[in-house]
C-alpha cells in the first residue's frame, strides 16, 4: 500500500511543480495574461466549460468519432493483415504499397475527404480510421509473420485445422503485435481527429481550441490542450494498459516496443 | 515400396532463371507492385466510376504535376516544406538526443520528469497549433516549433527504452575491463541505445511530417499541405492528387534513402535484433 | 507389428543463399516396433532432425516413404505428436488449456476432456499447475507438459525432437529417469532424436546410428538393458558403458573419416 502511495506520490510531484513553476513565472514576468493564461484563468476556464455542458458536448462527439473509427480500422486490418502474414506472395507484393501508404495516413488525406464525403462526420471519421489501418495492417501482419515456426507445427500435429489455426492460434499468436499496431494506430488516429475536427466539422476538442484561437482565448485554448492530453492517457490506462495486462503480460509474451 | 509424389518433382535449381533473378531484383520488388496499382487507377478513371469532380486519372494527374513544376510553384513549395522539416527535426534532435540522456541516465531527472513526458507526449502536437499561432503568428517559428514538438518525445522515450535494453553483463563487462563511467557511456550506452535512437527518429519523424502537413493546411501559405487544401478550396482535385503523390514519393524516398540505411548500418550490422522484436 | 516403417528416405533441398543443392538425408531405411523406444543419433548437421520432420509431415521427402500403421503419411496429423526442443507451447494457454488442445481439436466432448488431461498431468508430475501459463514454469516442467500435451492425444508414434536439449544438465537426468518411468508405465512407440549419446543408450531399446551428411544408417545398435532403468543402476553397468563407448567409436570414426576426407582434399 505504502508503495503505491509513493508511487502516486511521484506522479503528481512533477505536476505540481509544473504549475507552480507555471504561475510564478505569469506572475513574475507580467506577461499579458491575454497570450499567456494564469492558471487560474485556465481553471475558471474549464470551470465555465464544465457548467455549460460544452465540454460534454466536445468531448462526447470526439470520443464517439473515435470509437467508430477505431472499430472500423479493427474490423477492416485485422483480417487483411491476416491474409497478408499468410501469404509470402501477398506480402511482397503489397509491402511496398503499405509502407507507400503509411506515409499518407491520416491528415494527407484531409483535403480530399473533405472533398469526397464534405465536411461533417463522415470525413472525420474517415481520417480517424485511415490514420489507423494501415499501422495495423502492417503490425497484424508482422503478427502473424513472427509467430514461431514451431508452434504452428505444434499446433498442426495436434490436429489444428484450418478454421481453428485461425482462431485458436494466429489470432492469440499475433496479438502482441495487433495491441502494438493499435498503440501506433491510435496515436496516429488521435492527431488525424484533432485535425480534422479543426477543418471539417463544428464540435469536437479540436474544433473548440481553434474556436478560441479566433477569438483569443488563450485559456481556453489551453484547457482543451489539457483535456485531449488527459483523454489520451485515460484510452491508454483504461483501454490499452489493462488489455496488455491481461493478455499480453498475462502470457509471458512481452509486448513489442515501438 | 510406395513412391513418394513427390518424386517426379525436380529439384529446383536449374530452374531459377530469369524470372527468379528478376523477382529477386530490390527495384522490382518495390516498384512492381506499383505498375498494376497505376493501370487500376487508370482504368476507374477511364471508366468513369467516379465523377471527374472527385477523381481524376494518372494522365490528368501527370500533366498537372509538369504544368506545376514548369511554373516553378512546386518546386518552390517543396523547398518550403522541406526547409521546415529539416529545420523542425534539426533542433528536435538537438534538443531531444541530450535531454534523452540525462533522463535515461538520472535516476533524479527520471522521477521528475517521466509523468510530464507521457503527459506532453499525451498532448498530440496538433492541438499545439492554436497556441502557437497566438504566440508567434503564422510564422516559420510556430511551425518549427510543432515540429520540434513532435519529434523530442519520442525521440526521448525511445532513447530511454534503449538505453534500459544494454544488457547489464555488457556495461558489468566494460567496467571489469577498466572502462570509466565516461567510456561506458560514449563505448557502451551510447552504441547500444543507437537502435532505438534511430527507431524514435523514424517514429518522430511519421508525427512530424503529419504535422508539418496539417500546419500548412492551417496556417500555412506555401508548402504542399497548403497546396493540396488550396487546390480543394477550389474545387481542383488534381492539386490535392498531386500533392499526395509527391508526399508518398518523398517520404519513400527519406525512408529507404536516409532511414533505412541508417538502421541497418547500426541494427542489422551488429546482429542485434532488438529484444522486443522478438516478443517471445 | 512395426509401427513405424521408413523405407529408402532421401531429401535434397536447395540453399537458398548460394543456389547449391545440398543432400540433407542420403538413405535413411528403418523401422519402429510397436511400443518400442528408438532413438536417432548421429553427428551434428547429419539430418536426424531432417528425418524427424519428415515423419512429423512438416517437411517433404525427396524420395523413399514413410508408413505409419501401413500407411503412408501425408502432413502433419495427431497419430504423430512432436515435443520439440523448445517446447513449442502455447503461451496464452493454461497448463490445463495445452493439454487440453488436442482434445478439443479432435472433437473430444468438454466433459471428457478434463479428466482425460488431469490423467496425463498426474503421469507428468504437474497436479496442481493446471491453471499457471507456460512461461510461470520451469524449463524442465515446460517439457513435461510438452509430454502431456502429445501422449494426452494418445498418438501412434510420439516424436521428440532433442527434447531436453535446453534443460540443465540436472533436470536433464531427471526428465530422462522420469520419461523411462512413462515409457515403461504406458509403452507408447516413441521416437526420439537426440546427440547425447548417454541419453540415447539410457533411454532406448535400440539405438539408430546415422553417418555424416549425406546420412545413412550406420548401424542399429540393440541396447542390452534391463527394463525398469534409472541412472544410479545404469551408470555402474559394463554393459551401459560397452553400450556407450561402441556408439562414440561409431561416432568417431565417422567424424576422423570426415577430417580424412578434408585432408586428402586439401
Known amino acids: 500500500m505504502s508503495r503505491r502511495l509513493a508511487a502516486a506520490f511521484w506522479f503528481v510531484v512533477p505536476f505540481v511543480g509544473l504549475v507552480v513553476i507555471w504561475a510564478a513565472i505569469v506572475a513574475l514576468t507580467g506577461v499579458d495574461r491575454r497570450v499567456f493564461p494564469q492558471v487560474t484563468d485556465v481553471a475558471r476556464a474549464f470551470a465555465d466549460m464544465w457548467a455549460s455542458g460544452e465540454l460534454a458536448t466536445h468531448v462526447g462527439a470526439s470520443l464517439q468519432r473515435i470509437a467508430i473509427g477505431v472499430v472500423a480500422a479493427l474490423v477492416t486490418a485485422i483480417p487483411f493483415g491476416f491474409a497478408l502474414g499468410i501469404s509470402r506472395w501477398a506480402a511482397a507484393f503489397f509491402s511496398p504499397l503499405l509502407r507507400f501508404s503509411v506515409a499518407l495516413a491520416g491528415i494527407a488525406w484531409i483535403p480530399l475527404a473533405t472533398l469526397w464525403f464534405g465536411t461533417g462526420e463522415q470525413a472525420v471519421i474517415f481520417i480517424v480510421w485511415n490514420a489507423m489501418f494501415f499501422a495495423l495492417t502492417y503490425n497484424a501482419m508482422l503478427g502473424v509473420q513472427r509467430i514461431p515456426t514451431e508452434l504452428l507445427r505444434a499446433a498442426r500435429s495436434l490436429g489444428t485445422t484450418r478454421l481453428r489455426m485461425f482462431s485458436d492460434v494466429m489470432l492469440p499468436g499475433a496479438l502482441p503485435s495487433i495491441v502494438t499496431g493499435l498503440r501506433v494506430g491510435l496515436g496516429y488516429g488521435w492527431r488525424g481527429l484533432v485535425a480534422a475536427e479543426i477543418i471539417a466539422t463544428n464540435a469536437g476538442i479540436g474544433y473548440s481550441i481553434f474556436l478560441a484561437q479566433r477569438f483569443f482565448r488563450t485559456d481556453v485554448i489551453i484547457t482543451g490542450m489539457i483535456i485531449i492530453g488527459v483523454l489520451w492517457l485515460i484510452v491508454d490506462r483504461v483501454l490499452l494498459a489493462p488489455l496488455e495486462r491481461r493478455t499480453v503480460e498475462r502470457w509471458g509474451m512481452k509486448a513489442v516496443v515501438s | 515400396m510406395s513412391v513418394s509424389t513427390d518424386r517426379a518433382r525436380p529439384v529446383a535449381g536449374r530452374r531459377r532463371g530469369w524470372k527468379h533473378r528478376l523477382a529477386q531484383n530490390g527495384t522490382v520488388r518495390t516498384l512492381g507492385p506499383f505498375v498494376p496499382v497505376v493501370f487500376l487507377w487508370w482504368l476507374v478513371a477511364e471508366l468513369d466510376v467516379f465523377p471527374s469532380a472527385f477523381f481524376v486519372g494518372p494522365a490528368t494527374v501527370l500533366a498537372e504535376m509538369a504544368d506545376l513544376i514548369y511554373k516553378g510553384i512546386l518546386p518552390s513549395y517543396l523547398a518550403d516544406s522541406l526547409n521546415r522539416l529539416w529545420n523542425g527535426v534539426l533542433f528536435g534532435m538537438l534538443i531531444g538526443i541530450p535531454a534523452g540522456f540525462v533522463v535515461a541516465l538520472s535516476t533524479w531527472a527520471r522521477k521528475l520528469t517521466w509523468p510530464l513526458l507521457m503527459f506532453f507526449q499525451a498532448i498530440a502536437d496538433i492541438a499545439w497549433l492554436p497556441i502557437v499561432i497566438v504566440w508567434f503568428g503564422f510564422s516559420l517559428t510556430a511551425v518549427t516549433f510543432v515540429i520540434v514538438y513532435t519529434i523530442v518525445f519520442p525521440l526521448m522515450i525511445s532513447i530511454v527504452a534503449g538505453v534500459e535494453q544494454v544488457p547489464r553483463d555488457v556495461i558489468r563487462a566494460a567496467r571489469s575491463l577498466g572502462a570509466g563511467r565516461f567510456r561506458v557511456f560514449t563505448d557502451v550506452i551510447v552504441p547500444g541505445s543507437l537502435p532505438s535512437v534511430a527507431t524514435g527518429i523514424r517514429t518522430g519523424l511519421g508525427y512530424g511530417w503529419r504535422a508539418l502537413i496539417a500546419a500548412e493546411i492551417i496556417i500555412g501559405s506555401s508548402g504542399l499541405g497548403f497546396m493540396m487544401f488550396d487546390s480543394r478550396r477550389a474545387g481542383e482535385v488534381t492539386g490535392v492528387f498531386v500533392g499526395m503523390i509527391v508526399l508518398g514519393v518523398l517520404w519513400f524516398a527519406l525512408d529507404a534513402l536516409v532511414l533505412a540505411p541508417f538502421e541497418r548500418s547500426t541494427i542489422e550490422r551488429w546482429g542485434m535484433v532488438k529484444t522486443a522484436e522478438v516478443g517471445r | ?266
Open chain 3, 1 to 266: 507389428m512395426k509401427t513405424l516403417e521408413i523405407s529408402g528416405l532421401h531429401k535434397q533441398f536447395v540453399d537458398s543463399y548460394t543456389d547449391e543443392v545440398v543432400t540433407a538425408v542420403g538413405d535413411v531405411s528403418f523401422a519402429v516396433e510397436q511400443g518400442e523406444f528408438i532413438s536417432v543419433l548421429g553427428p551434428s548437421g547429419c539430418g536426424k532432425t531432417t528425418v524427424l520432420n519428415i515423419v512429423a509431415g512438416f517437411e517433404k521427402q525427396t524420395d523413399g516413404s514413410v508408413l505409419v500403421g501401413g500407411r503412408e503419411i501425408s502432413g502433419p496429423s495427431p497419430e504423430r505428436g512432436v515435443v520439440f526442443q523448445s517446447f513449442a507451447l502455447f503461451p496464452w494457454k493454461t497448463v490445463l488449456g495445452n493439454v487440453v488442445f488436442g482434445l478439443r481439436m479432435r472433437g473430444v466432448p468438454r466433459q471428457e476432456r478434463e479428466p482425460i488431461a488431469r490423467q496425463y498431468l498426474d503421469l507428468v508430475g504437474l497436479e496442481g499447475f493446471e491453471r499457471k501459463f507456460p512461461h510461470e514454469l520451469s524449463g524442465g516442467m515446460q517439457q513435461r507438459l510438452g509430454v502431456a500435451r502429445v501422449l494426452a492425444n494418445e498418438p501412434e508414434v510420439m516424436l521428440m525432437d532433442e527434447p531436453f536439449a535446453s534443460v540443465d544438465a540436472q533436470t536433464r537426468r531427471k526428465l530422462q529417469e522420469d520419461l523411462t518411468g512413462i515409457f515403461e508405465s504406458k509403452r507408447p512407440t516413441v521416437f526420439f532424436v537426440t546427440h547425447d549419446v548417454d541419453e540415447a543408450v539410457f533411454l532406448s531399446d535400440r539405438v539408430v546410428v546415422l553417418s555424416s551428411r549425406p546420412s545413412q544408417v550406420n548401424e542399429i545398435v540393440t541396447v542390452p538393458l534391463e527394463r525398469p532403468r534409472d541412472w544410479r543402476s545404469v551408470l555402474d553397468d559394463p554393459d551401459f558403458r560397452h553400450t556407450v563407448t561402441h556408439i562414440t567409436d561409431l561416432l568417431s570414426g565417422d567424424e576422423s573419416r570426415v577430417v580424412q576426407a578434408d585432408l586428402d582434399s586439401a
